[in-house]
């Protein structure tokens, strides 16, 4: 991901194990991460359980909020393509009891497709 990624609020994509690690005080035994994005220091991650936001605040990100949300507590999502002038793709979830959606920016080189899939698999079983 580059800087100006980062500044301008957009995702990358990271490897699993290394979120695996991160979060392996906080994941169920059986609990195994299948995707994850990162947008400057905070995570958003896809287990087979749930998804979880991670929010890295203040200057030094030793104050973290954790935010885990069953999959079943998602009732819309969807997803916006980037164009050819816009740099960013965007995913929006809904969740139950919420009226204001979940918004989340992915760069132009991150494929929101497989990502969109992935809420799918895990939201419409």
């Known amino acids: 991901m580059g800087f100006l990624d980062g500044l301008m609020g957009n995702a990358s994509e990271i490897e699993n194990e290394v979120v695996q690690n991160e979060l392996k005080d906080l994941l169920a035994p059986s609990e ?15 287990t087979n359980k749930r998804l979880m936001l991670i929010d890295k605040q203040g200057m030094t990100g030793k104050k973290v909020e954790y935010h885990s949300i069953p999959y079943k507590s998602v009732v819309h999502f969807s997803i916006e393509t980037a164009g050819t002038f816009d740099l960013d793709a965007e995913l929006k979830i809904w969740l ?7 918004q989340k920016r992915f760069n132009k080189s991150l494929n929101i497709y497989k990502v969109q899939s992935v809420l799918a698999e895990y939201v419409m079983k």
């Open 32 to 46: 195994k991460v299948e995707h994850a994005y990162k947008l400057i220091r905070d995570l958003i991650v896809f």
């Open 96 to 102: 139950s009891g919420s009226a204001a959606p979940i």
